[in-house]
Nanobody
Framework: QVQLVESGGGLVQPGGSLRLSCTAS????????MGWYRQAPGKQRELVATITSGMTTIYADSVKGRFTISRDNAKNMVYLQMNSLKSEDTAVYYC????????WGQGTQVTVSS
């Protein structure tokens, strides 16, 4: 059973920063691609960023240059550093372990508002 738990969400003003963390309870972590997705109210869930076992990263165009995904395989952790936040970044952010079966966390709310 794989469990993913996100933390670090909250309320932040436009232009501010947040760092999301995801801890994975899985014996094998380092070989999997990990990712962050988000879902805003009334919208479909969308890709934010992914990071492979070899540390190759992919970002959605909307977050390039502002968000950074990283991972610490020794701690079974993946992070999302979010800078220069905009109101349109408001969403529930989900951590996911990608594979034959995708495993999702419960999500953490990020609200960008003045």
């Amino acid at each position: 059973q794989v469990q993913l738990v996100e933390s670090g969400g909250g309320l932040v003003q436009p232009g501010g920063s947040l760092r999301l963390s995801c801890t994975a309870s899985t014996i094998v972590f380092s070989v999997y691609t990990m990712g962050w997705y988000r879902q805003a109210p009334g919208k479909q869930r969308e890709l934010v960023a992914t990071i492979t076992s070899g540390m190759t990263t992919i970002y959605a165009d909307s977050v390039k240059g502002r968000f950074t995904i990283s991972r610490d395989n020794a701690k079974n952790m993946v992070y999302l550093q979010m800078n220069s936040l905009k109101s349109e970044d408001t969403a529930v952010y989900y951590c996911v372990r990608l594979g034959t079966t995708n495993y999702w966390g419960q999500g953490t709310q990020v609200t960008v508002s003045s």
